[in-house]
């Protein structure tokens, strides 16, 4: 498969140029080109409940690799990726629950993470190479990235947090310790500290000459392993269900959403997202979707910025002009707060689950659209993307119980303190990254 820029058609590079070199020069991002995605349908029937995910994984990620790696070598990133696995449970005879919180830290970030840096441990090994992740973090991508670099050679972390917000790391995870993690603490807001990490991004000659990468969805190599997803949940309910299926879901950053998309381009069946509507995408009065970004043409906007993942261009870059596909496809639901809580306490009075807010929200598309979704045969996959016990908070406001913390979630918010210089500058990030390999 070859990979594109949204911004420039004539951009075509491999999976592992669009991985390793993370952001096009154009000010774009990188999508799929549609012209190389292969029809897997033949495969998609094939799979069935008994399929593991690690293998559906590694299917894809020799459509994604293709000529570049074995069939083989393309396992064993899955492999190494995925200790763990979705949960698919069955609540009613229409309805099924998607659970992405098995992992790590509790969280479908888990997923592509775990996979994004398998990909670039084992293709490092095999070509030599080096990685530098630089992100800002409120602290669960360090969390997750101290379990998921443990005993890795080739790929190393700067992660920059807000000053008292280090959590989930241990001593033995520090570069200066012979781990692969530099924490340093930041003076300023978020949005001044992720545009120092911009400032850094926007210097293309430095990023190459130190292997600087991210390990957010703008890097394609995690998008496209939240692909997996889809037909994994297919192949645990192709038998047991009949006629349309619809997923509902958190708009989040969007990225989700547009792995999707993805899967249905490799013939995945699926006939449609519900999500919450936002100021960004949302139903207009015409009662079709808008993307708001539209309005500005892709020639006449600023670059992408790297720390601030730019999914929703990916989905306007999906559909081009033809709105009619993105109406047929996406529907943006009104959701307020009054929806989310009677979203949350059914799911829990009906079916025991509890639900955090982005689950409650998407439950609540269900609810808005009960008529549509559950006619005839229909039938709907709710995707939970966080454990419930990462809010526990509003879990007992609006149902007056709690669920249970998991231990490795519990260890993934430990507060840290580090105990070394707090700095001010993207000059001082650039000094620690000259000095971390």
Sequence with gaps: MLFTSTRNNNITVPFSVAVKSCIPEDGGVFVPSASSIEDLRRWIYYID?????????????????QDEFSPIICEKIATSAFPFEPVVKQLDEHLFCMELFHGYTGCHRDFGVSYLCSYLETTSELNGGETLFVEYTNGELGALLSKVLKGKKHIKALL???KGTVRGLKEEDYVWN??????????????????????????????????????????????????????YAFAQVKHKVDGDIFYALDAGNYSTLVAGLYSWRFALPL????LPSTSALFMNLAEDPVVMDSVVDFDKRQSVNPVDPANLERLESFFGKHNSMLRTFVTPVSVSERDREKAAKELFIKYGVFAEQGTASAYATIQQNRGTVYSDDDNYILISQKHPSLSIDYCRHVIGEVPEMPDNIRESLRPVELGRPVITSADELKKIIKLIW
């Excluded at 593991?52 to 459509?63: N, V, Y």
């Excluded at 430095?206 to 997996?228: C, E």
């Design 160 to 162: 920059v947090y807000k």
């Design 271 to 274: 006939n449609g997202f519900y």
């Design 49 to 65: 409940e008994t399929t593991p995910f690690s293998s559906i994984a590694g299917t894809l990620t020799s459509a994604f690799i």
């Design 178 to 231: 012979g781990g692969n993690i530099y924490p340093v603490e930041m003076e300023g807001s978020e949005k001044e500290i992720k545009n120092a990490i911009r400032e850094i991004f926007a210097d293309r000659d430095f990023v190459k000459a130190h292997n600087l990468s991210l390990a957010n969805t703008t890097n394609i190599g995690r998008l496209l392993a939240q692909v997996f997803y889809f037909p």
